[in-house]
């Protein structure tokens, strides 16, 4: 959706991140308040925004899968 322009973030101001990494697997969570617009509807509220990562020699950290659940 972000990726396409359906889902356009305006803020995302963050409450709290945690970090967790073991050997060349990492997670991410974020918790924060975030706005903007999904399409054409506006929207705002506080997020758990989770992401797990892998490591890759010649490509640095990248995103594996991705989650968030409005609190």
Do not use: K, Y
């Not at 963050?14 to 060349?24: R, S």
């Not at 924060?32 to 506080?46: E, L």
């Not at 925004?49 to 995103?63: M, S």
Request: glycine residues 12%; hydrophobic residues 45%; proline residues 3%.
């Amino acid at each position: 959706a972000h990726r396409s322009g359906a889902l356009r973030v305006h803020e995302l101001v963050p409450e709290d991140l945690a970090v967790v990494v073991a050997g060349t697997t990492g997670v991410t969570r974020l918790l924060g308040r975030i706005s903007g617009v999904q399409d054409g509807a506006t929207f705002a509220g506080r997020v758990l925004w989770t992401r797990t990562w892998h490591l890759e020699e010649e490509l640095g950290w990248r995103v594996l899968g991705a989650h968030i659940s409005p609190l």
